[in-house]
């Protein structure tokens, strides 16, 4: 069966993964996410977390989160799959970014969002916000597998207290409170 895998060039492997993201977009259209902000325009940075624009425009400080996502799935593939082709294990890493993206932007999590996170005014991503995280996601594969692990490491720490001490939230903060969310976590992300 690996020989199968095996014989797919990278090329194919890369059309695979454009027509896996072009894909999702759709399925995002017809879940009924917005394509873009309502704000009737695309900007490639927003920064304010408190907004009704924010994971609304192609990047935003969880942007960094799906980079980390990145070396997180090129890790685990590594671990379980490391005599896979490298084109067969971006495919199944960005397999795994849509599918908590399209999970993401169900009722349940959005809800959940809301309830016991700061992110009080969260409606779910734009679509173009969702490809961008993917985008990052993707950007992070590629430096985990091109960097030594060190330096991976370095940049998922350094990220992670970076966006942490500019927002109150980072990827860890954001899965205690989906999971186990703690009251004194979120008096602090509102500025307690």
Not at 55 to 70: L, V
Not at 165 to 183: F, S, T, V
């Amino acid at each position: 069966m690996m020989y199968l895998f095996e014989r797919i060039t990278l090329r194919t492997y890369i059309w695979i993964s454009i027509l896996v993201i072009l894909i999702f977009a759709l399925i995002l259209l017809w879940m009924g996410q917005v394509p873009w902000c309502k704000c009737g325009y695309v900007k490639l940075w927003h920064s304010v977390v408190a907004s009704s624009e924010n994971s609304q425009h192609i990047a935003d400080w969880y942007t960094f989160s799906h980079i980390i996502h990145g070396f997180g799935f090129y890790a685990l593939l590594w671990l379980f799959g490391r005599r896979w082709p490298i084109g067969l294990r971006l495919v199944l890493a960005i397999l795994f970014e849509v599918s908590w993206e399209i999970f993401e932007n169900t009722d349940f999590i959005i809800n959940r969002y809301r309830e016991v996170t700061i992110s009080r005014d969260y409606h779910g991503d734009s679509v173009i916000n969702a490809v961008g995280d993917v985008l990052a996601m993707i950007f992070g594969f590629i430096l985990a597998r091109s960097s030594p692990v060190w330096v991976t490491i370095l940049l998922l720490i350094g990220m992670e207290l970076f966006v942490g001490y500019w927002i109150r939230d980072n990827l860890a903060l954001n899965i205690i409170m989906l999971l186990y969310p703690l009251e004194s976590i979120r008096i602090w992300q509102s500025g307690g």
